[in-house]
């Protein structure tokens, strides 16, 4: 089948299998392995990706619900130099030592944020439960989550 969507801004037209996953179309057919893939059945956050605004795991995201999404993987996040405030949170605060979280951390901060500017910790905590992290024991992160919000919503 061909799934159109809007790709970190650039319309995409591709033919796909129905049962093909956004992961597997970004990595493997797009080239664009920022998005990283772990357990590759919506269980740990690995792979997280913003659709139409939310945050969703593209391994759970099939050819057919992707037609007309507006998707933004870390790629497009990045700035073309330097780092977007989150990503730069993330460094400062020791948000992560591997790093093979951090992609889908990063984009799950964002899609907090956009809804969220100035969650309390129980908040992060509660929104980021579902995005499991192997290396930093989380509180690196939560210090970079709350870094984020600072730094990208600071107090009026
Ligand atoms: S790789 Fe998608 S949730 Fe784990
Ligand atoms: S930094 Fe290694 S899995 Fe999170």
């Known amino acids: 089948m061909n799934i159109s969507f809007t790709l970190n801004g650039a319309s995409v037209s591709i033919d ?27 269980v740990c956050g690995a792979c997280t990706v ?33 780092l977007h405030p989150i990503q730069q949170a993330f460094v400062d605060n020791f948000g992560l030592q591997c790093g093979y979280c951090t992609p889908g951390m990063i984009l799950l901060t964002k899609a907090l944020l956009d809804e969220n500017p100035a969650p309390t910790r129980e908040e992060v905590v ?17 210090r970079s989550v709350q870094a984020a919000a600072a730094a990208t919503h600071p107090p009026q």
Do not use: F, W
Not at 55 to 81: F, H, N, R, Y
């Open 16 to 42: 796909a299998p129905p049962a093909t996953t956004l992961l597997d179309l970004l990595r493997d057919r797009l080239e664009l392995r920022g998005t990283k893939e772990y357990c590759h059945s919506g």
């Open 126 to 142: 509660r929104y980021m439960g579902g995005n499991i992290c192997r290396c930093t024991g989380y509180a690196g992160i939560l």
């Open 50 to 82: 913003i659709a139409d605004g939310q945050a969703v795991s593209s391994c759970s995201l099939l050819a057919p619900q992707m037609e007309g999404k507006d998707i933004l993987t870390i790629e497009g996040l990045t700035p073309e130099e330097g």
